[in-house]
């Protein structure tokens, strides 16, 4: 396993479209979250599946945004009708839950430009 | 709602100095966690702490989770330009212990 792996890497889409990012997290994980990160800012929470289940979605997070996680393996995050303020790198992470320790993994992020 | 902030936001300094990154929340965590970001990457896990008061080392890098859970502390010594970047602190607790961040402190060592 190569680890968490995103796509497309860059998103270039006019403001209006649809746009769809991939994650495919570490095999064995059963966590899996979605963060988005401004410049020289942290990440920041927008939701995070258990296996399929979506425990937690960002009450700051438009119904423009949707997150499934069909089989608990890959995810995707869907964006509907892109603002620019949507512009951003998007972040997935996945881990496997033991107690009450977290430690992530990231993918490279995916960088969505709106135009 | 768990924050935590962290500072300095920003810390330009020479090669060779120390300095050292504070992490903070009313917040009690169960584990916190810190990460180095480089541009157009994504964050790398460096530490996790999970005990009050525990101390880890990784090389010039020490890291200390406060008594009560709700700080943290990172020291570097003898910094190089190699340690370059972003520093995050993320902790994990409460009833769904989902992964938070925190604000970021971006740090440029000049040689």
């Known amino acids: 396993d190569t680890g968490v792996s995103q796509n497309p890497r860059h998103k270039i889409t006019k403001r209006g479209q649809n746009v769809t990012f991939r994650c495919d997290p570490i095999?064995?994980?059963?966590?899996l979250y979605w963060y988005r990160q401004t410049l020289g800012q942290g990440p920041e929470f927008l939701t995070y599946f258990q296996n399929e289940a979506q425990l937690e979605k960002s009450r700051l997070l438009s119904d423009r945004f949707s997150a499934e996680r069909p089989k608990g393996s890959f995810s995707t995050l869907e964006i509907q009708r892109t603002e620019q303020g949507d512009s951003a790198m998007y972040l997935c992470a996945s881990s496997q839950q033991k107690g009450w320790n977290t430690e992530a993994f990231f993918g490279q992020g995916t960088r969505l430009t709106v135009v | 709602t768990q924050l935590l902030e962290q500072s300095p936001q920003f810390l330009s300094i020479q090669e060779g100095e120390n300095l050292t990154v504070y992490c903070n929340s009313s917040s009690v965590f169960s584990s916190l966690q810190w990460y180095r970001q480089e541009p157009g990457e994504g964050p790398v896990l460096l530490v996790t702490v999970v005990t009050g008061g525990e101390v880890k080392k990784l090389k010039r890098l020490t890291f200390q989770f406060g008594d009560a859970r709700k700080d943290s502390s990172l020291h570097i010594t003898a910094a190089q330009p190699g340690d370059t970047g972003l520093y995050l602190c993320a902790g994990s607790g409460g009833a769904t212990n989902k992964l938070i961040f925190g604000t970021g402190t971006l740090l440029a060592v000049q040689p």
């Open positions: 095999s064995e994980h059963n966590r």
